[in-house]
């Protein structure tokens, strides 16, 4: 590999360090801080909502959901999504005598689904009827062995995804046809150690190969 190139590689996994999922700092911890901490600021009733870590480290007791409050992934299963819905399975729907509008709520839905991270992996807007090749980022980040990458074309196209180390070694490369819309990639780094990875998503636009973005992703073992 040619180090100009991967120079060129890395720069732009950068450029696209675009935002694109629910953000926990600047959409969820609002919403909690604004309408729970004022009873739950310090772990009352067995939930904290002042901060990502006490969320998450949050736990109903045995007589109550018997799990944590935040299932990551699974916002049915999460006893914070169904305290905030009409009809909690235990107790009362939460804010106490109030109640979340139905944005904040899928907000919070949204967050736990796409993996209750910290904070959002990227940014960038799913379009229904996309007008442009982008590249959406990857999910879930991070990962253990598997993500998924995501990208939309306004036409169908023949696609390559490679992967780079860090170093910019490539890894492996996977090439196939996108249909008009939203495009998704499964990727397996099972074999991998642990470490941060590079993709690049090329198309074949008016018979051309184009780099349409790259991003990172960290493999966690
Ligand atoms: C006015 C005080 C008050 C506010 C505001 C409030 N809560 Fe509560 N919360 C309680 C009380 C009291 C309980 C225990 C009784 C119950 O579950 O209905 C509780 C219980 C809970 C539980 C269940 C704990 C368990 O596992 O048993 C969760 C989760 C929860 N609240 C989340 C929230 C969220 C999220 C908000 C903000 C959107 C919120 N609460 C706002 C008073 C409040």
């Known amino acids: 590999m040619k180090k100009s190139y991967f120079i060129v590689v890395f720069l732009l996994g950068v450029s696209t360090q675009i935002l694109a999922q629910v953000d926990y700092p600047s959409q969820i911890q609002p919403i909690l801080t604004s309408n729970c901490n004022?009873?739950?600021?310090?772990?009352?009733?067995?939930?904290?909502?002042?901060?990502?870590?006490?969320?998450?480290?949050s736990v109903s007791p045995a007589n109550r959901y018997d799990k944590n409050h935040v299932i990551a992934g699974d916002p049915d299963g999460s006893p914070l999504v169904d305290k905030i819905e009409p009809d909690p399975d235990h107790g009362n729907r939460m804010p106490?005598?109030?109640?979340?509008?139905?944005?904040?709520?899928?907000?919070?839905?949204?967050?736990?689904?796409?993996?209750?991270?910290?904070v959002a992996t990227n940014n960038e807007i799913e379009e229904e009827n996309p007008t442009e090749f982008k590249l959406l980022g990857n999910y879930p980040n991070p990962f253990n062995p598997g993500t998924n990458i995501r990208f939309q074309v306004p036409e169908a196209a023949q696609y390559s995804i490679s992967i780079y180390t860090v170093h910019g070694q490539l890894i492996s490369e996977q090439v196939g046809r996108a249909s008009i819309g939203?495009?998704?990639?499964?990727?397996?780094?099972?074999?991998r150690p642990t470490g941060v990875y590079i993709?690049?998503?090329?198309?074949?636009?008016?018979g051309t190969n184009q780099v349409i973005g790259s991003g990172n992703m960290t493999l966690i073992k």
């Open 96 to 118: 106490t005598g109030g109640s979340l509008s139905n944005n904040e709520i899928s907000l919070i839905r949204t967050w736990i689904e796409e993996g209750a991270n910290a």
């Open 38 to 57: 004022s009873c739950h600021s310090q772990g009352q009733n067995s939930f904290n909502s002042s901060s990502y870590d006490a969320v998450m480290a």
């Open 182 to 191: 939203t495009n998704t990639v499964a990727i397996d780094l099972g074999n």
């Open 199 to 206: 993709y690049q998503l090329r198309a074949r636009v008016n």
